[in-house]
C-alpha cells in the first residue's frame, strides 16, 4: 500500500444506508483518484447528534473507539466523507487535550485513545495540491456550462476552533473543487445555513420549511442543481421535495448531488457507478445533458 | 398551551422573583468551562438560530434564565429540544459562549433530573436513535424509523418515504451489527455512570471522588 495516498477510513451508517450513494461514488471516486481507504475494522456509530444531547460522554465514548480502531491500522490519517461524523471526530479530538477529560474519556472508552491522529473530511484531502494535479490529468468530462450551488451545511467547518476546516460563514473548498473541474458556481445566501438536521422525523414541518427555503434560494440563483457533502444535508433536500411540494411550500425537482458524484462524473464515471439513480428527487441526465468534452487523455 | 402564550409568559417571567436553582449554573460553568455570566444578551446568537422563530425562549434567553438561576423556567421551555447544533451561535458569539455545549449539558441535567421534555417527539427520536447504537452498536435506519413510530404514537410517520427509498435501493433489508458488543455495552454503561457523577454531585464531592 502506497502510504501516502491510504487513509483509514469510517464510512459511518448513513453511507452504509440510506446514503450508500455517497458511499458507492465516494469509493468510485478515491480508486480513479489512486487514494486507498482502508476501513477501519468493526467500526461503531459515531452517535452523530443525538448522543451527544442526551449524554456527552456517550459520544465522547463511542468516537474514543473508532479512534482507538483507527490507530490500530497504523495510517496516520482518518478521513471521513460525513459532515457529520467529522464533526464528533474533532469534537473528540479536541476533548483529548485536556488531560483530566482525556481520562475520563479513555475510562468510557474502555481504553487507551490516540490524540495524536489526523482527521481530515473527504472535501479536504480533494484539495489537496497532488490530488489536484489527479484531478486536472485524469478528468475526462468537463463540467462546463453546469451551474452548482455550493452547500456546505453546518458541521464541515462549524465550529471553527474545533473543526479546523475552511472558513465557518463563507467556506471556500468545495467552491474551488468545483471551479476547477469546470463548473459555473452559483452565487447564493444558503451555503452554510441549517438544512433542519437531525428533525425531519420529530419535526418534519421545521425541516420541510428550512429545507424549503435552501431549494428557493439554489433556485433564485440559477442553479441547476445543489452539491453537497453532508449524507444528512442530502436526505433533507433530496428526500423530503416531495413532502415540500405536498405541504405547498414550493415545487422545485431540483438535483441533489453528493461532490463525489459530480467529481466522479468529470472523471469518467458512469451514473449507475456513482448511484446516481438511487435519489428521490431525479438528478439522471443533467451531468450527461451538458457537453462531455474530452479536456485530457485518460 | 400554545407556544406563543407560553413564550410571551417565559419572557415576562424573567424576574428574581421565581425560584432559583444556584447549582445549576455552577454545574453547566464546571462541566462545560463555559463562562455563562459573559453573556450580555446581545441577541446575536438568536439572530442567527434557523430555529429561533420555533422556539419559545430565545437562546439567549436560556443563558439569562442560567444567570438569574431560574431553572424551571428552562426546562419548561422548548427551546433546549429544538437547538439542532447546528453551531451558527457559537460561531458568532462576541462574549465567545459555547452555547450547544451549554444545551448538551442542560439536556443531560434534564436527563439526570428527570426534567419532562417540553418536546416528546424530539426526545422519542433521540432515545430511538441511541437504542439503536445500544442494540446493534450502528444505526439501522428501518428500525430507527419503526421504533420512533411506536415510542411516539405516530404509527405512519414517514410512510409516504418507505416504498421508494425501498426501490431506491436506500433501505438495506438486515442491520449489520457490530461484532464487539459488549465493547459497545461497555461503553454505554460508563457514560451513563459518569453522566451521573457528574450531575448529581457538586464540584467539593466530585474533586474528593478523585480522577476516573
New interface residues.
Given amino acids: 500500500m502506497n502510504a501516502a495516498n491510504a487513509y483509514a477510513y469510517f464510512p459511518g ?2 453511507l ?6 455517497y458511499g458507492q461514488s465516494t469509493e468510485q471516486m478515491c480508486e480513479r483518484l489512486d487514494i486507498e481507504l482502508l476501513e477501519l475494522e ?4 459515531c ?12 459520544a ?3 468516537v ?2 473508532n479512534l482507538r480502531l483507527a490507530g490500530q491500522t497504523g495510517l496516520d490519517t482518518v478521513v471521513l466523507p460525513c459532515a457529520a461524523c467529522y464533526a464528533r471526530f474533532k469534537e473528540t479530538q479536541h476533548a483529548l487535550k485536556d488531560p ?1 477529560t482525556a ?2 474519556i479513555e ?4 481504553g487507551a485513545v490516540p490524540s495524536d491522529l489526523k482527521i481530515e473530511p473527504l472535501l479536504g484531502v480533494l484539495g489537496k495540491p497532488e490530488i489536484r494535479v489527479k484531478l486536472h490529468d485524469y478528468q475526462q468530462r468537463s463540467l462546463d456550462g453546469l451551474k452548482l450551488a455550493p452547500y456546505y451545511g ?2 464541515l467547518t ?3 476552533e474545533v473543526a479546523q476546516f475552511d472558513d ?2 463563507d467556506p471556500q473548498s468545495l467552491d474551488e473543487l468545483l471551479k476547477a473541474l469546470g463548473a459555473e458556481v452559483v452565487s447564493w445566501p444558503g451555503k ?3 438544512c ?4 425531519p ?4 414541518e ?1 425541516v420541510w420549511r ?1 429545507s424549503g427555503q435552501l431549494l428557493a434560494w439554489a433556485a433564485e440563483a440559477g442553479a441547476d442543481a445543489i452539491v453537497t457533502a453532508c449524507p444528512m444535508c442530502h436526505s433533507n433536500l433530496d ?1 423530503r421535495q ?2 415540500i411540494r405536498r405541504a405547498g411550500l414550493g415545487d422545485y425537482h431540483l438535483p441533489i448531488f453528493y461532490f463525489t458524484q459530480v467529481v466522479g462524473y468529470a472523471l469518467g464515471l458512469d451514473e449507475s457507478q456513482l448511484g446516481i ?4 428527487t431525479n438528478a439522471k441526465g443533467l451531468l450527461g445533458r451538458r457537453r462531455p468534452v474530452v479536456t485530457q487523455a485518460g | 398551551m400554545r407556544s406563543s402564550q407560553r413564550a410571551a409568559q417565559s419572557v415576562a417571567a424573567l424576574d428574581l422573583s421565581l425560584p432559583q436553582e444556584p447549582d445549576l449554573l455552577e454545574y453547566i460553568e464546571r462541566t462545560t468551562g463555559e463562562n455563562v455570566r459573559n453573556c450580555y444578551q446581545c441577541g446575536k446568537c438568536a439572530a442567527g438560530c434557523p430555529l429561533s422563530a420555533a422556539m419559545d425562549l430565545q437562546p439567549q434567553q436560556i443563558l439569562r434564565a442560567l444567570q438569574l438561576g431560574q431553572t424551571d423556567l428552562i426546562f419548561a421551555s422548548d427551546t433546549l429540544w429544538l437547538c439542532v447544533s447546528c453551531q451558527t451561535c457559537v460561531t458568532r458569539c462576541p462574549c465567545e459562549v459555547d452555547l450547544p455545549r451549554v444545551m448538551d449539558a442542560l439536556r443531560s441535567w434534564a436527563i439526570v433530573h428527570h426534567h419532562a421534555a417540553a418536546q416528546r417527539e424530539v426526545v422519542a427520536f433521540q432515545r430511538t436513535f441511541i437504542k439503536s447504537i445500544e442494540l446493534t452498536g450502528r444505526v439501522y435506519e428501518v428500525g430507527l424509523i419503526g421504533g420512533y413510530n411506536v415510542t411516539s404514537g405516530h404509527l405512519f410517520s414517514s410512510f409516504d418515504l418507505a416504498a421508494p427509498m425501498v426501490l431506491k435501493g436506500k433501505i438495506k433489508p438486515l442491520p449489520r451489527r457490530v461484532k464487539a458488543m459488549d465493547e459497545v455495552a461497555g461503553i454505554f454503561r460508563r457514560a451513563q455512570e459518569v453522566q451521573q457523577r457528574e450531575a448529581r454531585s457538586g464540584r467539593a464531592q466530585e474533586e474528593k471522588g478523585g480522577s476516573h
Avoid at chain 1, 452517535?47 to 456517550?58: I, R, T
Avoid at chain 1, 475510562?107 to 474502555?110: I, L, P
Avoid at chain 1, 439513480?277 to 428521490?280: D, E, S, T, Y
Fill in positions: 451508517c448513513s452504509h444506508g440510506t446514503a450508500c450513494d468493526d467500526w461503531n456509530c452517535g452523530s447528534s443525538p448522543a451527544h444531547m442526551v449524554n456527552p460522554w456517550l465522547l465514548g463511542l474514543g473507539r483530566e481520562a475520563r475510562y468510557v472508552a474502555g453546518c458541521l462549524r465550529p471553527s465557518p460563514e452554510v445555513s441549517c433542519g438536521a437531525s428533525l422525523i420529530s419535526r418534519p421545521l428550512m428526500t416531495g413532502q439513480g438511487r435519489h428521490l
